[in-house]
T-cell receptor, first 111, second 119 residues
Framework: DAKTTQPPSMDCAEGRAANLPCNHS???????VYWYRQIHSQGPQYIIH???NNETNEMASLIITEDRKSSTLILPHATLRDTAVYYC????????????FGKGTRLHILP | DTAVSQTPKYLVTQMGNDKSIKCEQN?????MYWYKQDSKKFLKIMFS???????INETVPNRFSPKSPDKAHLNLHINSLELGDSAVYFC??????????????????FGPGTRLTVL
């Protein structure tokens, strides 16, 4: 089972910030949170990852709560091309522990 | 230049046949993966290789056999294909597998997928 829970779908108006939540209440102290997205029929694409500090790159920002039990991916100015399924993943510590992709959040960007 | 490539993109075959899907990465990565995405869109890891060494071997039928001739290639061979094998198969690679490091070396780059249809 996935170690994360996400809403199944969300809508966001084009040009607005899209805030995608993720719960990972059982995360352990040295497990990282990764976000990927999958645009229809394509392979998943890495977005961002973090441990406890907030992170920002050219694609998005990642806000992780102080207790690390949840995080939010922020797409600052959503465009139609951001329509995709977004996966929040807890990266296992042991190399033989599998990475589990949950059901993700299907983000619809509305024109 | 394509970072992670898979061939073929589409594969339609009859039950009982044996088929292979090839994956190549030109990123110089040490670790490669195979994932299966079924009709319900769940993405599940099948295998992982690090420097040609098998790391993860999920509970998949032994009809599925990965082969890594070198660290740039990870092929997936499937024997005696069944209807339930129909899915999209994704190959991925990452620079290396550093447990718990959280560094960008763990970031996975995915191929475009191979849609397998078993009739």
């Amino acid at each position: 089972d996935a170690k994360t829970t996400q809403p199944p779908s969300m809508d966001c108006a084009e040009g607005r910030a899209a805030n995608l939540p993720c719960n990972h209440s059982t995360i352990s102290g040295n497990e990282y949170v990764y976000w990927y997205r999958q645009i229809h029929s394509q392979g998943p694409q890495y977005i961002i990852h973090g441990l406890k500090n907030n992170e920002t790159n050219e694609m998005a920002s990642l806000i992780i709560t102080e207790d690390r039990k949840s995080s939010t991916l922020i797409l600052p100015h959503a465009t139609l091309r951001d329509t995709a399924v977004y996966y929040c993943i807890v990266r296992p510590v042991n190399r033989d522990d599998k990475i589990i992709f949950g059901k993700g959040t299907r983000l619809h960007i509305l024109p | 230049d394509t970072a992670v490539s898979q061939t073929p993109k589409y594969l339609v075959t009859q039950m009982g046949n044996d088929k292979s899907i090839k994956c190549e990465q030109n990123l110089g990565h040490d670790t490669m993966y195979w994932y299966k995405q079924d009709s319900k869109k769940f993405l599940k890891i099948m295998f992982s290789y690090n420097n040609k060494e098998l790391i993860i071997n999920e509970t998949v039928p032994n009809r599925f056999s990965p082969k890594s001739p070198d660290k740039a290639h990870l092929n997936l061979h499937i024997n005696s294909l069944e209807l339930g094998d129909s899915a999209v198969y994704f190959c991925a690679s990452s620079l290396s597998w550093l447990a718990g490091s959280g560094s960008s070396t763990d970031t996975q780059y995915f191929g475009p997928g191979t849609r397998l249809t078993v009739l």
